[in-house]
Structures are given as C-alpha cells and as structure tokens.
C-alpha cells in the first residue's frame, strides 16, 4: 500500500466578512479537482464552507511556510481574478478554486474542490534544499509540543546543512525564525517549571491547524 502524494502550498481564503486568512497546507490531486484536508475546526475549513471559494498557490518563498508558525501571517496579497478571493503576491502560480463537494468528518472533512482559473507568474526556477528544509523545519516547530527536545536538536541540525550550504537571503531569514521560536518555546518551559524541578504536563493535544 502507497501514501498519496502531497504537495506543500499555500492556501488563501476569504472569511464571510472578508478578512483573509493565509494558511501552509499539504494537497492532494485527483484528476483535474485539488483535494483539502483542513482540520476542523479551522479558519481555512470555515471560509471554504462559508464562501465556496479558496486559491491554491504555489511558490517557492518558504517565509510564508516558516512564518505560518512563528507568528507571521501576514502577506502581501493581490484580488483573485474570477472569484471571490486572494492570491499570494509571491505565488509563482495560483489556481483559483470553487468546492464541488465535501465529505464531512468530525476532525477532517474532504474538500473536493474544482478549478475554476489558473495563471503562471513566474518561472520554477529549480529544487533547493535550503528551501525544502525551511518547510521541514517548519513542521518540527509546529510539533514542539508533542516532540522530544533531542529529536528536534538532532533534525534541526541535520537541516542546517542545507541551509548552510545552499540557503540564500530568504531562506536564512525563515531559518532565522524558526531557531528563535524554538529557543522560546524552551525558555517558557524552563519559566514554566515548578518550584519543586518538575517540568509542567506535556500538552499532547495537536497544534491547531491554520
């Protein structure tokens, strides 16, 4: 038995209200619809359900992936052109979707979305390891609550030489980000220690999905 494929993007919503909401996620394909998986609850599975509408971008500035869980959110972005959306000002492509069905779970509905437009940016220039370990190491940051700090010491390392090697400008500022979101989680854990040396209890709860 094989995985399904997933690939990282990046998704955009509107609220009911019009506030958008920009949200790293990993997608599906089948045939020509994209298929999301957005935990519920969510701001992304709130405003597809509220609105019917999302844009699927793809891009390769993996400050938005890294800044997903250090607190950054906010992005340049632009009008969708034939839906009621937003588009990454960064997005070397982006699809504009329509839901045309939704398999409905108590923690992760199906979205089956259509796509209703399409428009190339720019060009994929080529893979980069700096940028697949920003978005590797964005994953170890959004599960420093359920992960051993060693195992987190020893992948953050093994990435870094990636990052060293091949990182440019904007891939050493997202590195930068996650660094110091991990020094800060363990300084509030330090902080949160009791009088008596024991560490607080582990929050095993998933981290909230965007």
């Known amino acids: 038995m094989t995985n399904d494929v997933i ?11 019009g506030r958008p909401h920009v949200a790293p996620m990993g997608v599906r394909y089948c045939g020509e619809q994209v298929v999301l998986m957005p935990f519920k609850p ?6 597809i359900v509220a609105t019917g509408f999302a844009v699927l971008n793809i891009l390769t500035d993996t400050r938005v992936f890294a800044g997903s869980v250090t607190g950054r959110r906010e992005w340049p972005l632009l009008a969708a052109e ?16 329509r839901m045309a069905a939704r398999a409905d779970d108590a923690q992760r509905p199906v979205l089956h979305m259509a796509r209703v ?14 940028q697949a370990a920003v978005i590797e190491g964005a994953v170890l940051v959004s599960r420093l609550r359920m992960l051993a700090p060693q195992k987190v010491d020893v992948e953050m ?14 891939e050493r500022e997202a590195w930068g980000w996650l660094i110091d979101a991990v020094q800060r989680h363990r300084a509030n854990a330090t902080d949160a220690t ?11 709860a998933r981290t909230p999905s965007p």
């Open 42 to 47: 969510s701001a992304t599975h709130d405003n």
């Open 7 to 17: 690939f990282e993007t990046v998704v955009t919503t509107l609220a009911a209200d």
């Open 82 to 97: 034939q839906i009621a959306g937003v588009r990454l000002a960064c997005a070397l492509r982006h699809v504009e979707l």
């Open 157 to 170: 390392a093994y990435l870094q030489i990636a990052i060293d090697k091949t990182a440019g400008p904007d």
């Open 194 to 204: 009791d009088a008596t040396g024991n560490p607080p209890p582990t929050d095993l």
């Open 117 to 130: 437009h399409e428009v190339h940016h720019a060009a994929f220039v080529g893979f980069n390891r700096a």
